[in-house]
C-alpha cells in the first residue's frame, strides 16, 4: 500500500506565495520522478513541474519563473514553492509520484488527494 500525501493549499493574495508539500509512505521500493497536477473547474489537468530523482526539473511555461519543485529523496518527499500567484493559478493541486513497490516490479503512478490552491484578486 502507497499513500502520497499533500499538503499546504490554501488561500491567498495576488502575487502571495504558498508551499505544498507531498510526502510518499507505504511500500516503496524506489521512487522515481515526482511532480506536481494540476486541475481547475472545468479543464483538463495539466503538468505544474516535474523532478526526477537525480534533480533534473521541467515546468510548464506559465509558471516558470515563478514555481520551484525540489525533493527531499531521504524523505519521499517533493515540494511546490509557488511565488507571485496569480488568480489563473487557482485548482486543485495534485501531486504524482512514478514508483516501484519491490525490485521485480515495474513502476506505476500513484496520486495524492489533491489540495485547493485559491488565488484571490
Known amino acids: 500500500q502507497v499513500q502520497l500525501v499533500e499538503s499546504g493549499g490554501g488561500l491567498v493574495q495576488t502575487g502571495g506565495s504558498l508551499r505544498l508539500s507531498c510526502a510518499a509512505s507505504?511500500?516503496?521500493?524506489?521512487?522515481?520522478?515526482m511532480g506536481w497536477y494540476r486541475q481547475a473547474p472545468g479543464k483538463q489537468r495539466e503538468l505544474v513541474a516535474a523532478i526526477t530523482s537525480g534533480g533534473s526539473t521541467n515546468y510548464a511555461g506559465s509558471v516558470k519563473g515563478r514555481f520551484t519543485i525540489s525533493r527531499d529523496n531521504a524523505k519521499n518527499t517533493v515540494y511546490l514553492q509557488m511565488n507571485s500567484l496569480k488568480p489563473e493559478d487557482t485548482a486543485v493541486y495534485y501531486c504524482n509520484a512514478d514508483l516501484r513497490t519491490a525490485p521485480y516490479l515495474g513502476s506505476r503512478g500513484y496520486w495524492g488527494q489533491g489540495t485547493q490552491v485559491t488565488v484571490s484578486s
Open positions: 507505504g511500500s516503496i521500493f524506489m521512487i522515481n520522478a
